[in-house]
C-alpha cells in the first residue's frame, strides 16, 4: 500500500518534535515505524531509493489533524511555495497576523484560512483559574497547621519550667519572646533550606524550556515564597497560645504531676 509522504522545512520538523536536531533523512509518526519495524537510524527500502529514518515522533490520536499520523515526512529546502504553513504560537490569536503575511502573493490573503491543529484542547487558557483551583493550594496551610500543632506539643512539655520562669518573676511576653526565637531558629532553617533547593530546581527547569524565562522562575518562587508565611504565623501562634496557658499559680500542681 502506498504511504502519503508531505515535503516540509526544518521549522516544520521543530513544530513536530522539537527533540531532535537530526534532520538528514525522513521522519514517521511511531504508528508507521511501528508497522514498518523501523527506527531512529533505520534505512527503509522503497521502489526510488534507500530512505534514511531520521527521526520518530509521536502523534496521538486526541483531536489534532490527522494527516501527519501515518505519513512520511520528507524534509526540503524552504524555497518554492508550500500548501500550508505551521507555527506554534500562544497565545494563538497572536499568530493570525503573521501567518497571513506567509500568504503567496498571487492570491488574496484575505481568503487564507487559519484555524488551531487540535480544536479539542480550545483557543484560551485561564492559567488563574487552574491556578487557584489546583489541588495542591491547600497545601501550605495545611502545613501551617502541622507547624501549629507541634510547636503548641513541644510548649506544652515545657509547662514546669515556664511556670518556675513565671514564679522568680519573668513575664510571659517574656517568654513568648524567648520560646519565638527558639522554635523558629529551626523552622527558618528548614524553609531555607527547603526554598533553596526549590530555587535552583525552578532555575533548571525554566532553562531547559523553551519559551519560559528565568523571570518566570522568579515569579513562580516569589508566589511560593509568600506561602512560607503561613507555616512562620501559624508557628508563632502555637508558641503565643501554650505559654499563655501557662500560670504561675499551677506551678505546685505542675511539679506534683511530674
Not at 99 to 108: E, H, L, P, T
Not at 138 to 162: D, I, K, Q, T, W
Not at 196 to 208: A, H, M, Q, R
Request: one cysteine or more; hydrophobic letters at 45%; aromatic letters at 10%.
Amino acid at each position: 500500500n502506498a504511504i502519503t509522504t508531505y515535503e516540509v522545512t526544518d521549522g516544520m520538523l521543530n513544530v513536530v518534535d522539537d527533540t531532535q536536531s537530526d534532520h538528514i533523512g525522513v521522519w514517521v509518526p511511531t504508528a508507521l515505524a511501528s508497522k514498518l519495524g523501523v527506527a531512529r537510524g533505520s534505512v527503509l527500502d522503497t521502489r526510488h531509493g534507500e530512505l534514511r529514518i531520521a527521526g520518530v515522533y509521536n502523534w496521538n490520536e486526541d483531536g489534532r489533524d490527522t494527516r501527519l499520523g501515518y505519513a512520511v515526512l520528507i524534509p526540503v529546502a524552504a524555497t518554492g511555495v508550500f500548501d500550508e504553513c505551521w507555527a506554534s504560537s500562544w497565545p494563538s490569536a497572536e499568530i493570525s497576523a503573521q501567518m497571513r503575511q506567509s500568504v503567496y502573493a498571487a492570491r488574496n490573503p484575505t481568503q487564507a484560512q487559519v484555524g488551531s491543529l487540535n480544536y479539542t484542547v480550545g483557543s484560551s487558557l485561564d492559567a488563574y483559574g487552574l491556578f487557584s483551583t489546583r489541588l495542591t493550594r491547600f497545601g501550605m496551610p495545611f502545613a501551617g497547621v502541622v507547624v501549629f500543632v507541634l510547636s503548641f506539643m513541644y510548649c506544652r512539655r515545657r509547662r514546669l519550667e515556664f511556670a518556675g520562669d513565671m514564679h522568680v518573676g519573668v513575664s510571659k511576653s517574656t517568654l513568648v519572646v524567648q520560646m519565638i526565637g527558639e522554635y523558629m531558629l529551626p523552622g527558618l532553617t528548614g524553609l531555607i533550606c527547603a526554598y533553596g533547593g526549590l530555587f535552583l530546581l525552578l532555575i533548571i527547569v525554566c532553562s531547559g524550556f523553551q519559551g519560559i524565562s528565568i523571570r518566570d522562575a522568579y515569579a513562580i518562587f516569589e508566589c511560593e515564597l509568600l506561602g512560607s508565611l503561613w507555616v512562620i504565623a501559624l508557628l508563632d501562634l502555637g508558641v503565643l497560645v501554650s505559654v499563655c496557658f501557662v500560670r504561675e499559680r499551677d506551678l505546685f500542681k505542675l511539679f506534683k504531676a511530674r
